[in-house]
Nanobody, 121 residues
């Protein structure tokens, strides 16, 4: 299973970005998908997760109401819509696949290479 994240960039505070994750191999429609981020000098942290059918989504308080995770099982794609971006959102963002949607990083089996998001103040 291979994951390819894209869509990062340099934006100003308050802007929006949509990250994409293309998944090949495996059975995408059976995986829980997640997004994590890692800022310089910090541990990788949970950002969002979505169930295999898109019916359930999970977020930490830090992004709830600003970020939305979604997926398209016909295209083997997962997305992270990020609105009202803040400088503290600056990080490398990773998509990942697990047997079920979870906040627990160690349960993710497959990882993309990361896409960098920089939010300037």
């Amino acid at each position: 299973v291979q994951l390819q994240a894209s869509g990062g960039g340099l934006v100003q505070t308050g802007a929006s970005l949509r990250l994409s994750c293309a998944v090949s191999g495996g059975r995408f429609s059976t995986y829980g998908m997640g997004w994590f981020r890692q800022a310089p000098g910090k541990e990788r942290e949970f950002v969002a997760a979505i169930s295999w059918n898109g019916d359930s989504a999970y977020y930490p308080e830090s992004v709830k109401g600003r970020f939305t995770i979604s997926r398209d099982n016909t295209e083997n794609m997962a997305y992270l819509q990020m609105n009202d971006l803040k400088p503290e959102d600056t990080a490398v963002y990773y998509c990942a696949a697990a047997l079920m949607p979870t906040r627990e990083i160690h349960r993710y089996l497959y990882w993309g290479q990361g896409t960098e998001v920089t939010v300037s103040s």
